[in-house]
């Protein structure tokens, strides 16, 4: 028996490294979790999409659980994930803050004039910097951010209902029985 | 499959193209445009296939080549860069992978590898020079030259 | 109609393959000699339904058949009538056709070039090959159908990648593909040795020369792939250590052990339970990259749109083939017997201490391909494992790998005399310690002790080899002679030796290239000259330019070195019509000992343009290596001792085919 044992060690190996392939087939390489889960959002000073003279700060934020949205208009799968956003928002269940990413002002405005305007307050960070701050890289990415500030998920890719029940919603619920 | 390629490209778009190449970055020290370069070279891009910040043409990765080039011109260094991005984007962004308790694997492992190498290869040495001498059986050595009967240079040709 | 031919064509392979794998293994164990024959005519008709099936994928792209989904997606009218050849293997489901129809030419071969083998051997070999192709077909007709239809038809198709729209690119695959394939011979060689309880020196020398075959198509095919690398990306490198790149260099390093290691089984009769499972190895890597590269569990430059379906396929051949093989190993290994005894200091010793450390390093390259999926898989986080990693890996393991090569070449077999090898690496150590210390001195790299290392090796290697071939020439005297003494070498010893001096020669393009390259990024308007070690180049402008299915800015430059004109250098910057991503076409004046080479970056506005120059000495040297090594393989192939044993056929089958199992029980 011990010597096979010898001879065994490269299918052992070859045991190992299968069963990281297999559970890698079910892992997404590409998406890149958020080191700042359990930190509070950056500082920024920004206007709003609607007025270039209305600054926002971080915490004019606080006081409620929200939902941090980076759009852009030039962004193929914030249109599809939009019409979601409108429900969510008309449903009331979340406040959804808008982080407008990189994007004209006009172009913006016109969007959410024609698709509905899901956000309570969207802010415009023309040069991308916040998003940085953020650790955005690609749109749209949701961020849920609690009462004080303190982000809790995030989410790349375009928001379904079926995540926001399934997920966000359970968080949320939670969040705001704390706090 | 063609659905597939469609939700692929829906789930992340990504900034368009933009003009923008490491031409634009000038330092009076060039030892610090060295670093620079050097610096963009280990950084992964976040939103491109498999390419370093200071490849891709990326709209993100030209925001933070000018993120990084600012923090370098304001004195700021390696370190500093280094923790700026990681505390954004995680240690996914560094081609070159931190030392520290959880990469200790990735940088330890490979000398574990070695040792083991060397270990197998002093076993067999050591086997080797005991066993006794087990000569291609004259049988072997029979079929073989019948088989591949070479005319002249049956010799050993790498003396 | 003529689609659905090739679809049919590739269920009749799948049918073929199946009575392949089957009856010529139950013919070698119930003795029926017809049913062991028939392995060869399995194997032929393999092909050719294969090659029709593949002629006809190809016509669907020289014909525009957009209602071939695959043509769809790949083919153009506007593309070039060369890559629309080659767009046939441009993408997954193509690329599987031209593996399994070069599985398929493979097991051709051997049924031709295997008149010395005994039936029992070759009817297992073929066996093991139809399994492996069993499985590529299946792969193809249930998860990857390049004949799939597509209603309604469009009207033009989705074009070649146009990163792909290369020569180099165009037969890189091929190439790279017949050596992966390759390796499945000297599998199929040991698992039907395995089999049948005969491993011996006569089976080393059957394997040898398919896979010393296999490697030079692999040697050929990365240095082709990093050769299209270098000029095509247009950021100047040659390697970057992704895991497609990993994925072929893998093979190679195992396929390189397993070559060195199959010398001394033939010649030793030593190292045989782990010649075989190098030749599992190789072949397992071969199979573990093409899983990589489809499946999506990495993210890589130019991996294959991946599919998690596709994933779970290739995993599961993955543990049949190599799970197989593997308990096969373990059941039978422990009774193969041990070969010959030999000394320390013997070049056994030597060949072995090389086949580890090439062994190692591909077990350090696969760990830092893997890092990545562990880390996310046991949730340690989101890493990446980079060439800053790799490069150190390999600074760690090669100038091992140099020593032991310049000594081993030259030590004997089961045992070299210390005092003699001393005496005659005497010179070699001393030279090439001087010219690694002289490269130390100011006005070369001023004291970068990787420039010493590196070329103190490679001057080692290169000295090493050339004291060797001198007592080899030393014999006779005379120029009648020294013929003679050239002619005993043989060509397998010139092949080694060729090989190895690529080695050497690869050894110091990266060396230089790494540590005396310069690169530039600049601003220019027409007019403007930049400077770049010792050459100006004087920017004139750029134009508008129509290419057959892109359209193209061209710039142009005047290089000039101390007045004196050089080259006309003429970079692209261009935008195909269907896929609109901008790509680069560098534009390279070649030469020996450097390389100059500028890339188009964007405009800027006012005329103006950013560039990219660059000076790259000795980088040729790079893939010059890389050819002088296959070129070597080349030469071993052609021995006499495999030509002769081409003739001596009928005679041979007679003898051994009757033989009984010497070694191995």
């Given at each position: 028996?011990?010597?096979?044992?010898?001879?065994?060690?490269?299918?052992?190996i070859?045991?190992i490294?299968?069963?990281?392939?297999?559970?890698?087939?079910?892992?997404?390489?590409?998406?890149?979790?958020?080191?700042?889960?359990?930190?509070?959002?950056?500082?920024?000073?920004?206007?709003?999409?609607?007025n270039?003279?209305?600054?926002?700060?971080?915490?004019?934020?606080?006081?409620?659980?929200?939902?941090?949205?980076?759009?852009?208009?030039?962004?193929?799968?914030?249109?599809?994930?939009?019409?979601?956003?409108?429900?969510?928002?008309?449903?009331?269940?979340?406040?959804?803050?808008?982080?407008?990413?990189?994007?004209?002002?006009?172009?913006?405005?016109?969007?959410?004039?024609?698709?509905?305007?899901?956000?309570?307050?969207?802010?415009?960070?023309?040069?991308?910097?916040?998003?940085?701050?953020?650790?955005?890289?690609?749109?749209?990415?949701?961020?849920?951010v609690?009462?004080?500030?303190?982000?809790?998920?995030k989410?790349?890719?375009?928001?379904?209902?079926?995540?926001?029940?399934?997920?966000?919603?359970?968080?949320?619920?939670?969040?705001?029985?704390?706090? | 499959?063609?659905?597939?390629?469609?939700?692929?490209?829906?789930?992340?778009?990504?900034?368009?193209?933009?003009?923008?190449?490491?031409?634009?970055?000038?330092?009076?020290?060039?030892?610090?445009?060295?670093?620079?370069?050097?610096?963009?070279?280990?950084?992964?891009?976040?939103?491109?296939?498999?390419?370093?910040?200071?490849?891709?043409?990326?709209?993100?990765?030209?925001?933070?080549?000018?993120?990084?080039?600012?923090?370098?011109?304001?004195?700021?260094?390696?370190?500093?860069?280094i923790?700026?991005?990681?505390?954004?984007?995680?240690?996914?962004?560094?081609?070159?992978?931190?030392?520290?308790?959880?990469?200790?694997?990735?940088?330890?492992?490979?000398?574990?590898?070695?040792?083991?190498?060397?270990?197998?290869?002093?076993?067999?040495?050591?086997?080797?020079?005991?066993?006794?001498?087990?000569?291609?059986?004259?049988e072997?050595?029979?079929?073989?030259?019948?088989?591949?009967?070479?005319?002249?240079?049956?010799?050993?040709?790498?003396? | 109609?003529?689609?659905?031919?090739?679809?049919?064509?590739?269920?009749?392979?799948?049918?073929?393959?199946?009575?392949q794998?089957?009856?010529?293994?139950v013919?070698?164990?119930?003795?029926?000699?017809?049913w062991?024959?028939?392995?060869?005519?399995?194997?032929?008709?393999?092909f050719?339904?294969?090659?029709?099936?593949?002629?006809?994928?190809?016509?669907?792209?020289?014909?525009?058949?957009?209602?071939?989904?695959?043509?769809?997606?790949?083919?153009?009218?506007?593309?070039?009538?060369?890559?629309?050849?080659?767009?046939?293997?441009?993408?997954?489901?193509?690329?599987?056709?031209?593996?399994?129809?070069?599985?398929?030419?493979?097991?051709?071969?051997?049924?031709?070039?295997?008149?010395n083998?005994?039936?029992?051997?070759?009817?297992?070999?073929?066996?093991?090959?139809?399994?492996?192709?069993?499985?590529?077909?299946?792969?193809?007709?249930?998860?990857s159908?390049?004949?799939?239809?597509?209603?309604?038809?469009?009207?033009?198709?989705?074009?070649?990648?146009?990163?792909?729209?290369?020569?180099?690119?165009a037969?890189?695959?091929?190439?790279l593909?017949?050596?992966?394939?390759?390796?499945?011979?000297?599998?199929?060689?040991?698992?039907?040795?395995?089999?049948?309880?005969?491993?011996d020196?006569?089976?080393?020398?059957?394997?040898?020369?398919?896979?010393?075959?296999?490697?030079?198509?692999?040697?050929?095919?990365?240095?082709?792939?990093?050769?299209?690398?270098?000029?095509?990306?247009?950021?100047?490198?040659?390697?970057f250590?992704?895991?497609?790149?990993?994925?072929?260099?893998?093979?190679?390093?195992?396929?390189?052990?397993?070559?060195?290691?199959?010398?001394?089984?033939?010649?030793?009769?030593?190292?045989?339970?782990?010649?075989?499972?190098?030749?599992i190895?190789?072949?397992?890597?071969?199979?573990?990259g093409?899983?990589?590269?489809r499946?999506?569990?990495?993210?890589?430059?130019?991996?294959?749109?991946?599919?998690?379906?596709?994933?779970?396929?290739?995993?599961?051949?993955?543990?049949?083939?190599?799970?197989?093989?593997?308990?096969?190993?373990?059941?039978?290994?422990?009774?193969?017997?041990?070969?010959?005894?030999?000394?320390?200091?013997?070049?056994?010793?030597f060949?072995?201490?090389?086949?580890?450390?090439?062994?190692?390093?591909?077990a350090?390259?696969?760990?830092?391909?893997?890092a990545?999926?562990?880390?996310?898989?046991?949730?340690?986080?989101?890493?990446?494992?980079?060439?800053?990693?790799?490069?150190?890996?390999?600074?760690?393991?090669?100038?091992?790998?140099?020593?032991?090569?310049?000594?081993?070449?030259?030590?004997?077999?089961?045992?070299?005399?210390?005092?003699?090898?001393?005496?005659?690496?005497r010179?070699?150590?001393?030279?090439?310690?001087?010219?690694?210390?002289?490269?130390?001195?100011?006005?070369?790299?001023?004291?970068?002790?990787?420039?010493?290392?590196?070329?103190?090796?490679?001057?080692?290697?290169?000295?090493?080899?050339?004291?060797?071939?001198?007592?080899?020439?030393?014999?006779?005297?005379?120029?009648?002679?020294?013929?003679v003494?050239?002619?005993?070498?043989?060509?397998?010893?010139?092949?080694?030796?060729?090989?190895?001096?690529?080695?050497?020669?690869?050894?110091?393009?990266?060396?230089?290239?790494?540590?005396?390259?310069?690169?530039?990024?600049?601003?220019?308007?027409?007019?403007?000259?930049?400077?770049?070690?010792?050459?100006?180049?004087?920017?004139?402008?750029?134009?508008?330019?129509?290419?057959?299915?892109?359209?193209?800015?061209?710039?142009?430059?005047?290089?000039?070195?101390?007045?004196?004109?050089?080259?006309?250098?003429?970079?692209?910057?261009?935008?195909?019509?269907?896929?609109?991503?901008?790509?680069?076409?560098?534009?390279?004046?070649?030469?020996?000992?450097?390389?100059?080479?500028?890339?188009?970056?964007?405009?800027?506005?006012?005329?103006?343009?950013?560039?990219?120059?660059?000076?790259?000495?000795?980088?040729?040297?790079?893939w010059?290596?890389?050819?002088?090594?296959?070129?070597?393989?080349?030469?071993?192939?052609?021995?006499?001792?495999?030509?002769?044993?081409?003739?001596?056929?009928?005679?041979?089958v007679?003898?051994?085919?009757?033989?009984?199992?010497?070694?191995?029980?």
């Amino acid at each position: 028996m011990n010597r096979y044992l010898r001879y065994s060690i490269p299918l052992f190996i070859f045991a190992i490294i299968a069963a990281f392939l297999f559970k890698g087939l079910g892992l997404n390489p590409r998406e890149i979790p958020s080191p700042l889960i359990g930190k509070p959002i950056p500082e920024f000073s920004l206007p709003t999409v609607e007025n270039a003279e209305t600054i926002v700060n971080k915490v004019d934020l606080n006081g409620k659980v929200y939902l941090l949205n980076v759009w852009a208009t030039w962004c193929v799968s914030c249109r599809a994930e939009h019409e979601t956003l409108v429900r969510l928002s008309r449903s009331g269940k979340v406040d959804i803050v808008g982080l407008n990413w990189k994007d004209e002002r006009d172009k913006a405005q016109a969007w959410l004039r024609q698709l509905g305007d899901p956000y309570t307050i969207n802010i415009f960070d023309k040069k991308g910097r916040t998003a940085i701050d953020l650790g955005v890289y690609g749109a749209p990415e949701t961020f849920l951010v609690d009462s004080k500030g303190i982000i809790h998920y995030k989410h790349a890719g375009p928001m379904t209902m079926t995540l926001f029940n399934e997920t966000l919603l359970p968080m949320i619920e939670d969040l705001k029985h704390k706090g | 499959m063609r659905v597939f390629f469609l939700t692929l490209l829906l789930i992340v778009s990504l900034p368009s193209l933009n003009a923008a190449t490491l031409a634009e970055y000038s330092f009076e020290n060039p030892s610090q445009g060295e670093d620079f370069r050097a610096i963009i070279e280990e950084m992964r891009c976040l939103v491109c296939q498999n390419e370093s910040l200071a490849g891709s043409n990326a709209e993100l990765a030209v925001d933070l080549r000018n993120e990084i080039y600012d923090m370098m011109k304001q004195g700021q260094n390696k370190d500093e860069i280094i923790e700026f991005m990681v505390s954004r984007y995680g240690d996914f962004v560094l081609y070159n992978p931190p030392l520290k308790p959880t990469t200790y694997a990735i940088w330890f492992g490979p000398l574990i590898v070695f040792l083991i190498g060397s270990v197998v290869l002093f076993r067999i040495l050591k086997r080797k020079s005991r066993t006794q001498e087990t000569e291609l059986s004259a049988e072997e050595q029979q079929r073989l030259n019948n088989l591949l009967k070479q005319s002249t240079d049956n010799r050993d040709v790498n003396q | 109609m003529i689609p659905e031919l090739g679809h049919f064509a590739l269920i009749l392979s799948l049918c073929l393959a199946v009575t392949q794998a089957v009856v010529p293994l139950v013919g070698s164990y119930t003795r029926t000699t017809s049913w062991m024959a028939a392995s060869r005519t399995l194997a032929w008709g393999q092909f050719v339904f294969l090659s029709i099936s593949l002629i006809i994928l190809t016509n669907a792209f020289l014909a525009n058949d957009f209602s071939v989904i695959y043509v769809a997606q790949h083919g153009n009218t506007k593309l070039p009538d060369m890559y629309k050849i080659s767009a046939v293997w441009g993408a997954h489901e193509g690329s599987l056709l031209l593996w399994a129809f070069l599985l398929a030419a493979w097991s051709v071969a051997i049924a031709s070039f295997s008149r010395n083998l005994p039936l029992e051997m070759v009817s297992r070999v073929l066996s093991v090959m139809g399994m492996i192709s069993i499985g590529f077909l299946l792969f193809m007709l249930l998860t990857s159908n390049p004949f799939d239809r597509t209603f309604p038809v469009p009207f033009e198709g989705g074009e070649l990648n146009p990163m792909l729209q290369d020569l180099g690119l165009a037969i890189h695959p091929p190439m790279l593909y017949m050596g992966y394939v390759g390796f499945s011979v000297a599998f199929a060689f040991a698992i039907a040795a395995l089999l049948g309880g005969r491993l011996d020196a006569s089976w080393a020398r059957w394997s040898r020369p398919w896979t010393t075959v296999a490697w030079v198509f692999l040697t050929l095919g990365i240095v082709l792939g990093s050769w299209w690398a270098y000029y095509e990306l247009g950021w100047g490198g040659w390697w970057f250590w992704d895991p497609v790149e990993n994925a072929s260099f893998l093979p190679w390093l195992v396929g390189t052990a397993l070559i060195h290691s199959l010398a001394v089984t033939e010649k030793r009769g030593a190292f045989k339970s782990w010649t075989v499972l190098l030749a599992i190895s190789a072949f397992s890597l071969s199979l573990l990259g093409t899983f990589l590269v489809r499946s999506g569990v990495l993210t890589s430059v130019h991996s294959f749109a991946s599919d998690p379906a596709r994933g779970v396929f290739i995993l599961i051949f993955l543990l049949v083939v190599i799970g197989g093989s593997l308990l096969l190993y373990t059941w039978r290994a422990p009774y193969i017997s041990g070969g010959g005894r030999f000394d320390l200091i013997s070049r056994e010793t030597f060949l072995l201490g090389n086949n580890l450390l090439l062994s190692v390093f591909a077990a350090l390259v696969l760990l830092g391909t893997l890092a990545p999926l562990i880390y996310d898989a046991l949730e340690l986080g989101k890493i990446s494992v980079g060439f800053p990693w790799f490069n150190k890996m390999f600074l760690l393991t090669t100038p091992f790998l140099a020593l032991l090569m310049g000594i081993g070449s030259l030590s004997r077999w089961k045992h070299a005399e210390p005092s003699l090898l001393v005496k005659q690496l005497r010179v070699a150590f001393v030279i090439s310690l001087l010219f690694g210390l002289l490269s130390l001195l100011p006005v070369f790299s001023g004291g970068n002790w990787l420039v010493g290392l590196g070329m103190g090796l490679a001057m080692w290697v290169a000295t090493a080899h050339l004291v060797n071939l001198r007592d080899r020439l030393k014999h006779k005297h005379g120029f009648a002679g020294f013929w003679v003494d050239f002619k005993s070498g043989g060509r397998s010893y010139y092949g080694m030796l060729l090989a190895h001096l690529g080695v050497a020669v690869f050894i110091v393009g990266i060396t230089m290239v790494s540590n005396f390259g310069y690169e530039n990024d600049v601003r220019m308007s027409p007019g403007d000259v930049s400077e770049i070690a010792g050459h100006e180049f004087l920017f004139e402008g750029v134009n508008q330019i129509a290419g057959p299915n892109y359209n193209a800015n061209r710039g142009r430059f005047q290089v000039t070195k101390d007045g004196e004109h050089i080259a006309t250098l003429e970079p692209e910057k261009r935008t195909y019509f269907v896929q609109t991503r901008p790509m680069t076409e560098a534009a390279i004046d070649w030469g020996f000992t450097r390389d100059l080479y500028v890339s188009l970056g964007e405009p800027l506005g006012g005329g103006d343009w950013s560039l990219r120059l660059y000076y790259k000495p000795y980088v040729r040297w790079i893939w010059l290596g890389g050819v002088l090594m296959g070129l070597g393989g080349i030469l071993a192939i052609t021995d006499r001792r495999y030509r002769t044993a081409r003739v001596r056929s009928a005679e041979a089958v007679n003898t051994a085919g009757v033989a009984p199992a010497v070694s191995g029980r």
